[in-house]
Antibody, heavy 116, light 107 residues
Framework: EVQLQESGPGLVKPSQSLSLTCSVT????????WGWIRKFPGNKMEWIGH???????SYNPSLKSRISITRDTSKNQFFLQLNSVTTEDTATYYC???????????WGQGVMVTVS | DIQMTQSPSLLSASVGDRVTINCKAS??????LNWYQQKLGEAPKLLIY???NLQTGIPSRFSGSGSGTDYTLTISSLQPEDFGTYFC?????????FGAGTKLELK
C-alpha cells in the first residue's frame, strides 16, 4: 500500500526558507505525480504544486516565485522548499500522490508548520 | 482561478440519516470533481473521483453526482464512522482548488 510521510521543522522564522520532505513507501515516485497541498488555520486548502514521474514540475502561480519541488529517486523522496516565508505561510502541509485523471488519491497525515 | 463554493459549512445529522453536501464551481469543471473525507489528525481520504466514481474500498453508501458547475456528495445512511470533515476539489484546470469544507457532526 502506498504510504506518504511528511517531515520537517515545525517552526520557521519569517524571511527564512521552509523545507519539507515527503518519504514514500510502497510505490515508486518514478511513476505518477507527487504533490504538496497546505491547509491554513480556518481550514482553507491550497494546492501548492507537484512533480511528475519524469521530474517536471507544476506550481501554483500564487507561489511560483517562492517555491521549488524536487526529488531524490534513490531515496524515493520528494521535497518542498518555500522561500521568504511570512506568518501567512503558517499551515499544515500535506504531501500526496496524484494519478493522472484522478488527482490526489493518497495523502500523508500532514505536518504543521508555524512561521513565527 | 476557479472558486469552489461548498455548502453547508456545518451539518448536524443522526446515524441513519441521508445527507447531501454541495459544491458549486465558478465555471464548468467538466466533472473533474473529487470528494475527500478527513478526520482530526488523519490523512484525507479520497471517497469519490471525477464526480461519481467510488474509490476502491469506499462503502457504497457514498455516491456523487453532478455536471457543469454543480456537484453533490450523498451519504445514503450515515454510520458512526462517517462523522468528520468533507471537502471537494476540482482538478479540471490549474491552479487546482478546494471547497472550504463541511463539518459533519452528530446531532
Amino acid at each position: 500500500e502506498v504510504q506518504l510521510q511528511e517531515s520537517g521543522p515545525g517552526l520557521v522564522k519569517p524571511s527564512q526558507s521552509l523545507s519539507l520532505t515527503c518519504s514514500v513507501t510502497g510505490y515508486s515516485i518514478t511513476s505518477n505525480y507527487w504533490g504538496w497541498i497546505r491547509k491554513f488555520p480556518g481550514n482553507k486548502m491550497e494546492w501548492i504544486g507537484h512533480i511528475s514521474y519524469s521530474g517536471s514540475t507544476s506550481y501554483n502561480p500564487s507561489l511560483k516565485s517562492r517555491i521549488s519541488i524536487t526529488r531524490d529517486t534513490s531515496k524515493n523522496q520528494f521535497f518542498l522548499q518555500l522561500n521568504s516565508v511570512t506568518t501567512e505561510d503558517t499551515a499544515t502541509y500535506y504531501c500526496a500522490r496524484a494519478t493522472e485523471g484522478i488527482a490526489f488519491d493518497y495523502w500523508g497525515q500532514g505536518v504543521m508548520v508555524t512561521v513565527s | 482561478d476557479i472558486q469552489m463554493t461548498q455548502s453547508p459549512s456545518l451539518l448536524s445529522a443522526s446515524v441513519g440519516d441521508r445527507v447531501t453536501i454541495n459544491c458549486k464551481a465558478s465555471q464548468n469543471i467538466n466533472k473533474y470533481l473529487n470528494w475527500y473525507q478527513q478526520k482530526l489528525g488523519e490523512a484525507p481520504k479520497l471517497l469519490i473521483y471525477n464526480t461519481n466514481n467510488l474509490q476502491t474500498g469506499i462503502p457504497s453508501r457514498f455516491s456523487g453526482s453532478g455536471s457543469g458547475t454543480d456537484y453533490t456528495l450523498t451519504i445514503s445512511s450515515l454510520q458512526p464512522e462517517d462523522f468528520g470533515t468533507y471537502f471537494c476539489f476540482q482538478h479540471n484546470s490549474w491552479p487546482y482548488t478546494f471547497g472550504a469544507g463541511t463539518k459533519l457532526e452528530l446531532k
